[in-house]
């Protein structure tokens, strides 16, 4: 049995099919765009060219998966991108209209608590904290024993930090310094301070991006865990942008080339509150978790 997931994400917008049969899981089909609809943000609300943009983009993928699944196996759902606008209504409304899905638009816990979900499909989560770093959100999950224990969504993000600090495609030594001001003052905000956590487990396109890089500058072996000192060292290599280290990055991940960098930083500043040593990419994340949890849950 096939289903298709759409997660309609502040700078992506991705399509999954999943294939599920005798109680295993395959993914049959993937496709992204970078849609960046958080560019398409002002004044916390989502204009209608952005919400066109994101309709425009969930029919494509939608008739892609129709070759696959039946209409009603399509699934979509929205996380930031829709959940932090403060035209989320009227935007729900319009891509009910134009695309014939009806999304569901994930609370800041909940988006945590499925991609922990789903980050335990690829990689072993025992104890540690999850990090998934997004467009316009970033979640955070202590676990226990396999267990979660606390949770946090945080309304800051790689491309929303971007927009909101950097005039150029690198940011400079104050543009630098005031991401990770805003990124410590939301840090601050959780009132986890007293947490120290060895692991991190990392979920979403831009911890995936931050592992290439650091395979590609420090040769390091893909699957293994990350030194979580090399997340230092890669920001120090990228802030020259006439640099031969920028050019190497840009080849390696053209479509995050604006936004990695305030990624790396909120990286940087999560790893330094809570002392982690070293870092675990999943190859799975949210949308797996959705899939495991809210569709085949649903069945």
Known sequence: M???VIDLGSNTIHLLVFGFEDGRVTKVLSEKDVTGLAGYIKDGVLNIDGIMKAC????????????IVAPSDIHLFATASLRNVKNSKEAVDIIMKETSLV???????EEGRL?????KMSVECDDGILVDIGGASTELVVFKNGKIKKIASMPIGSLLLYMRHVNDAVPNGDEREDIEN???EHLSMIGWDDIRI????????????VQKLIRVFFDVDEKGDIDAGLIKELIKMLKDRDGDAYRKMCDTIPERAKTI?????ILKQVIRR???DTVTISRSGLRDGYFWNRVLKNE
């Open 2 to 4: 096939n289903h298709a």
């Open 56 to 67: 425009e983009i969930v029919n494509i993928f939608r008739q892609h998966a129709l070759e």
């Open 103 to 109: 999304p569901d638009v994930l609370e800041g816990e």
């Open 115 to 119: 991609g922990f979900i789903g980050a």
């Open 182 to 184: 805003d990124a410590d």
């Open 198 to 209: 060895k692991r991190m487990v990392g979920i979403g396109g831009t911890l995936r991006a």
């Open 261 to 265: 960098f305030p990624g790396l930083i």
């Open 274 to 276: 809570f002392g982690c």
